[in-house]
């Protein structure tokens, strides 16, 4: 199964401010991956997929990118809605699996 | 517009199954696969497994002996069927849309406990 290294595992961050979370897959996913934020008591929502596609809708402050084997979420401008948890899934391979998630809250 | 949902029982007991309906609207299950995906209280997301569009299925192996998907395509409805339910199968249970889980329904609440 391909583990799904996903970095902080929180994390504190002040409003406008840029915030970059990230996965490292234990083996090669390509492309295959994308991003959730799932707010507290709700279902995850889709952010980006393929790596770096933003999704329908969502704000475009948000971002992919992919540097090698490591893949990034990045916020621009942080914004109060932005608070929750953040997780990253490969569909590279099944299982496919989630990162473990990254809280982010507001300073 | 695309819609998800959920349902089931809300209290299973323990070493019994667990079925679980996931009925769709404003998609095709012929042209969408459906995932189901769970989170224990607290913690993080899990896939279970998929029923694709052509009716095949792939299983989460740590799972796979316990647990069956299918679909009844007429009523637009996905089943999960799940057996030899612990404790530790307590969670939030979701099924969403595509590979990409564009679209996941509310979610449905199962405790194991008797």
């Known amino acids: 199964d391909i583990q799904m290294t996903q970095s902080p595992a929180s994390l504190s961050a002040s409003l406008e401010e840029i915030v970059t979370i990230t996965c490292q897959p234990s083996?090669?996913?390509?492309?295959?991956l994308s991003w959730y934020q799932q707010k507290l008591g709700k279902s995850p929502q889709l952010l980006i997929h393929s790596a770096t596609s933003l999704a329908d809708g969502v704000p475009s402050r948000f971002s992919g990118s992919r540097s090698g084997t490591q893949y990034s979420l990045k916020i621009n401008r942080l914004q109060v809605e932005d608070t929750g948890i953040y997780y990253c899934?490969?569909?590279?391979?099944?299982?496919?699996?989630f990162g473990g998630g990254t809280k982010l809250e507001l300073k | 517009q695309v819609q998800l949902k959920e349902s089931g029982p809300g209290l299973v007991q323990p070493s019994q199954t667990l079925s679980l309906t996931c009925t769709v609207s404003g998609l095709s299950l012929t042209s969408n696969s459906v995932s189901w995906i769970r989170q224990p209280p607290g913690k993080g997301l899990e896939w279970m497994g998929v029923?694709?569009?052509?009716?095949?299925?792939d299983y989460n192996s740590a799972i796979k002996s316990r647990l069956s998907i299918s679909r009844d395509t007429s009523k637009s409805q996905v089943f999960l069927k799940m057996n030899s339910l612990q404790t530790e199968d307590t969670a939030m249970y979701f099924c969403?849309?595509?590979?990409?889980?564009?679209?996941w329904g509310q979610g449905v609440m199962v405790t194991v406990s008797s």
């Open positions: 029923i694709w569009s052509n009716g095949g299925t």
């Open positions: 969403a849309r595509k590979r990409v889980f564009d679209y």
């Open positions: 083996q090669g996913i390509g492309n295959y």
């Open positions: 899934l490969q569909i590279s391979s099944t299982p496919w699996t």
